[in-house]
């Protein structure tokens, strides 16, 4: 049997093909999904929760609306952050996501 018809899982000439060629490919797709797809978001998850968790007054922070502000107040489930404008909102912890820094540095210019 060759390597290259078994990868391929194409028949031999005059053989019959494999039975388990379909599981196989099945079992290829599943593991590519999950390498490329539900891993990496995990991973990000993960990461955010971890954000999120850490949290402490002075930090800038970007909601999931695009609002840029400060920590001021942090509760259980609740923080309130100042915007421009000595402006105060009060925001859930889940509305929150880590300041890119490149992008916060593009925006002070």
């Known amino acids: 049997m060759n390597v290259l018809n078994v990868l391929l899982m194409t028949p031999q000439a005059g053989?019959?093909?494999?039975?388990?060629s379909g599981m196989i490919m099945m079992v290829l797709l599943i593991g590519v999904f999950y390498?490329?797809?539900?891993?990496?978001?995990?991973?990000?998850?993960?990461?955010?929760?971890?954000?999120?968790?850490?949290?402490?007054k002075g930090d800038k922070i970007v909601t999931i609306g695009g609002i840029h502000g400060k920590v001021l107040e942090i509760k259980d489930t609740t923080i309130i952050i100042e915007v421009e404008g000595q402006g105060r909102l009060k925001l859930n912890?889940?509305?929150?996501n880590p300041v890119d820094e490149p992008t916060a540095m593009a925006q002070q210019k």
Do not use: C, W
Not at 15 to 20: H, I, Q
Not at 93 to 96: G, I, L, S
């Open 35 to 56: 390498f490329f797809f539900i891993r990496p978001q995990q991973k990000k998850a993960k990461e955010t929760k971890k954000f999120r968790e850490a949290l402490k």
């Open 93 to 96: 912890k889940d509305a929150v």
């Open 15 to 20: 053989g019959e093909s494999n039975p388990y």
